[in-house]
């Protein structure tokens, strides 16, 4: 099997996930501008949730383009990813739903901190595909947004029960952190 196949399967679970995230929203009650007030906190946790899930794809689709050889272990590494962020629409929804309550937003983190180590060993996995001299693992060797955004998921899940709003602080850091794509890839890429 190659990279392609495992990056096709993967959009297509990452395209159903935005789906159900869409899909939660219930029509509001009224038919007026007011109606939608009601709807902040879920329109809130949609967005963040919708920014978290590109950036995943977006960085995911570069991080295969460094698949020298499919095997069994890339791809259950691949699906366990997939599995945690199949998780995001649920604490999307829930956390919409609390108004951000604390057990929802801790779980929100506590599910984002375990897809980015999740994303982490995919990422390993790939870097020992390649020698230690190599472009890719020279650059890849300094992976300080990771580091720093396991953190921020940990600080957001703890300080979720002090303030759901000190957490979405920490949440909306590590999206701006990631919101380009990881340019260590892309310049590997583009140097061959």
């Not at 495992?6 to 159900?20: Q, R």
């Not at 390993?124 to 472009?135: G, L, T, V």
Request: no cysteine.
């Amino acid at each position: 099997m190659k990279a392609n196949r495992m990056e096709a399967f993967s959009d297509g679970v990452l395209a159903i996930i935005i789906t159900i995230m869409v899909l939660e929203f219930k029509l509001p009650e009224g038919h007026d501008w007011h109606a939608l007030i009601g709807l902040g906190p879920k329109v809130l946790s949609y967005i963040l949730s919708f920014v978290y899930v590109g950036i995943y794809w977006n960085n995911h689709h570069h991080l295969l383009h460094m698949v020298r050889k499919m095997n069994g272990r890339l791809m259950w590494l691949n699906l366990l990813l997939l599995f945690w962020l199949s998780l995001v629409p649920f604490t999307t929804a829930w956390m919409g739903e609390s108004q951000f309550a604390a057990t929802p937003t801790a779980l929100y983190g506590i599910i984002l901190l375990f897809a980015a180590f999740s994303y982490w060993l995919l990422q390993r996995a790939i870097i020992n595909q390649h020698s230690d001299d190599s472009a890719f693992v020279v650059v890849m060797r300094k992976n300080w947004k990771g580091k720093l955004s396991s953190l921020f998921y940990l600080i957001a899940a703890l300080t979720a029960y002090i303030s759901p709003w000190i957490s979405g602080i920490f949440f909306v850091l590590v999206a701006i952190i990631w919101f380009l794509p990881d340019q260590r890839i892309e310049h590997v890429l583009n140097d061959h």
